[in-house]
């Protein structure tokens, strides 16, 4: 593997193909819940409370996660692992986990219903800058 990879929706891609469409509730309303997460020395910091908040903030705004904490953990977890090894060991890593509403539907119509009831999930990743601190 020579590219980071992100997860989008249920499969593990390329960071370069993990993309939103239009018609996410996400970009049209800004409808997400967004949670970041850093590591040192290529473990996550706090990875338990950061994914407690995120799901709170889900519960608050009505958002039903379409998959497990534990299972989003092991997600996380499971990203840095695959793209720290990119990485030289001094580099770490910002960890971005976002869910949105999911489709708008006036954009698509009672026939992508289902679609539209479902989340958006995205977990990436991206070198941190320390340069930029």
């Not at 997860?7 to 800004?30: C, M, R």
């Not at 990875?47 to 039903?64: K, N, P, S, T, W």
């Amino acid at each position: 593997m020579t590219e980071p990879q992100a997860y989008l929706n249920g499969a593990v891609i390329p960071f370069s193909e993990a993309k939103l469409a239009v018609t996410d509730l996400g970009i049209v309303y800004g409808a997400a819940v967004t949670e970041m997460v850093r590591t040192f020395a290529h473990r996550l910091f706090m990875l338990e409370e950061h994914l407690d908040r995120l799901f709170d903030a889900l519960e608050y705004v009505c958002i039903e996660p379409p998959l497990a904490k534990s299972e989003l953990k092991q997600i996380c977890e499971r990203l840095v692992e695959q793209n720290a090894a990119l990485l030289p060991p001094e580099q770490d890593l910002g960890l971005t986990v976002f869910i949105t509403a999911g489709h708008n539907l006036p954009y698509l119509g009672l026939s992508e219903l289902e679609t539209c009831r479902t989340p958006t999930v995205c977990v990436h990743t991206f070198p941190l800058a320390f340069e930029l601190w």
